[in-house]
């Protein structure tokens, strides 16, 4: 089967760079990718790594390490509006398995 | 980028009847789709799989004859709920995706959500 570790909150600074890590364990693996969800809302895509690696765009940064079956994505300049959710997903075969969220607290 | 919809947005129905929920890939063809639950504060559960004119391949746990998908169409996928209960309530979430990628960008686009409450 499959199954991804993050943490389930992390708080963090206006301004700072915050880093939200995930582990995974799976069987077929194709890539990471990380998702944003606000309160309400469904999720939105933020990035996607096949291969190893930092992944950059615009303030949000991803990392992969396949040995490791360990990745992270980074907040940087953090805003009030980055307050939300983030789920890790891997894709393994045909179809996307989710963490269970990181709960982004932002302070002014 | 590429838009899924789904509809309706919200719905309350009283508990023993049957909801159900469209989702339209709007400008490509989806050769899959997927259907996700999502209570609250928790993660993204993947009920189902369904490949356009084959029958949908369910999650363990999910029973197929209460969550019926028919993905009759490249462009529409539906998911009937039937019999609802309150603990069907629960925030539902499409997704499609397009042919896959050879490692490159993620294809797979989310809808806006569904929000079934059943009283």
């Known amino acids: 089967g499959q199954s991804l570790e993050q943490p389930s909150e992390v708080t963090a600074v206006e301004g700072a760079i915050v880093q939200i890590n995930c582990t995974y364990q799976?069987?077929?693996?194709?890539?990471l990718s990380w998702y944003q969800q606000h309160d309400g809302g469904a999720p939105t895509f933020l990035s996607y790594?096949?291969?190893?690696g930092l992944e950059e765009t615009g303030r949000f940064s991803s990392f992969l390490s396949r040995s490791d079956s360990y990745g992270y994505l980074l907040l940087q300049e953090l805003q009030m509006k980055d307050s939300a959710s983030y789920f890790c997903?891997?894709?393994?075969?045909?179809?996307?398995?989710f963490g269970k969220g990181t709960r982004l607290h932002i302070l002014p | 980028g590429a838009v899924v919809s789904q509809h309706p947005s919200r719905v309350i129905c009283k508990s023993g009847t049957s909801v159900k929920i469209e989702c339209r890939s709007l400008d490509f063809q989806a050769t899959t789709m997927f259907w996700y639950r999502q209570f609250p504060k928790q993660s993204l559960m993947l009920m189902a799989t369904s490949n356009e004119g084959s029958k949908a391949t369910y999650e363990q746990g999910v029973e197929k004859d209460k969550f019926l998908i028919n993905h009759a169409s490249l462009t529409l996928s539906t998911l009937t709920v039937t019999s609802a209960h309150p603990e069907d309530s629960s925030f539902y979430i499409c997704?499609?995706?397009?042919?896959?990628?050879?490692?490159?960008?993620?294809?797979?686009?989310f809808g806006p959500g569904t929000r079934l409450t059943v009283l």
């Open positions: 997903a891997v894709r393994a075969s045909d179809k996307i398995i």
């Open positions: 790594n096949a291969l190893d």
């Open positions: 799976t069987s077929g693996f194709y890539g």
């Open positions: 997704s499609a995706r397009t042919r896959m990628g050879q490692g490159s960008t993620d294809t797979q686009y």
